[in-house]
């Protein structure tokens, strides 16, 4: 569910920085850690 404060991304807008904590026990840091071209971010949740 979108929160009414949260700011939408729109075309040409950078994406925001995002740390994880990944299974493995190693950090990753979106976008930064991705390289520079294209990549697609599939994040699942999970059980609510």
Request: no cysteine; net charge negative; proline share 4%.
């Amino acid at each position: 569910m979108a929160r009414e404060a949260a700011e939408l991304l729109d075309n040409g807008d950078n994406f925001p920085s995002l740390d994880f904590n990944l299974i493995s026990g190693e950090r990753i840091i979106v976008p930064q850690d991705m390289g520079k071209r294209w990549r697609i971010l599939l994040i699942y949740r999970g059980h609510w």
